[in-house]
T-cell receptor, first 113, second 114 residues
């Protein structure tokens, strides 16, 4: 079975540009999670969806961040405008239910210059 | 609020030896799950082992086992017969249904000496 697929694997862009990160969850998983990992703050949950509906976005740092899940097989995390402090590894994860372990993608390493 | 604490930032073990990684947590919930995830240099987050709080028996997965002390809110990971491929960052994580969130510790970097 294919795991969680994230793209791109690496993204380098200049401050002020729009950044879009993409995620394809495992088929049949009803829950999708977006995390950010930094040295200073570790792994932080940004937002999660259940059946394509955002349930908790309290971890989204600012209005510059937005996430969508237009269907069960695709989600995006967008940063507009991007800032150097957004540089981090962003993970997407999915699970079949809240009580099942989350399966992580390989992450996107984002560098904002 | 729930918290996960991994107080040791780094550990080292000789190949073939046994090492224990510590984790403590805090939650007011009675029903929860605990996990250990491994993150090798490739950056993947790989589930190592899971423990349900209602189960008294400690979970085991091949060379990996946990020591779950519910009263003490302690959840340590024991790696037996350490292998070079075990070198990675290990994260302890807590999940409760109250807020449906997985809370991670800061992680511990494990190095394996040949």
């Amino acid at each position: 079975d294919a795991g969680v697929i994230q793209s791109p694997r690496h993204e380098v862009t200049e401050m002020g540009q729009e950044v879009t990160l993409r995620c394809k969850p495992i088929s049949g998983h009803d829950y999708l999670f977006w995390y950010r990992q930094t040295m200073m703050r570790g792994l932080e949950l940004l937002i999660y969806f259940n059946n394509n509906v955002p349930i908790d976005d309290s971890g989204m740092p600012e209005d510059r961040f937005s996430a969508k899940m237009p269907n069960a097989s695709f989600s995006t995390l967008k940063i507009q405008p991007s800032e150097p402090r957004d540089s981090a590894v962003y993970f997407c994860a999915s699970s079949p239910s809240v009580w099942e372990p989350q399966h992580f993608g390989d992450g996107t390493r984002l560098s904002i210059l | 609020a729930q918290t996960v604490t991994q107080s040791q930032p780094e550990m080292s073990v000789q190949e073939a030896e046994t090492v224990t990684l510590s984790c403590t947590y805090d939650t007011s919930e009675s029903d929860y799950y605990l996990f250990w995830y491994k993150q090798p240099p490739s950056r993947q987050m790989i589930l190592v082992i899971r423990q349900e709080a209602y189960k008294q028996q400690n979970a085991t997965e091949n060379r990996f086992s946990v020591n779950f002390q519910k009263a003490a809110k302690s959840f340590s990971l024991k790696i037996s017969d350490s292998q070079l491929g075990d070198a990675a960052m290990y994260f302890c994580a807590l999940y409760t249904g109250a807020n449906s969130k997985l809370t991670f510790g800061k992680g511990i970097t494990l190095s394996v000496r040949p």
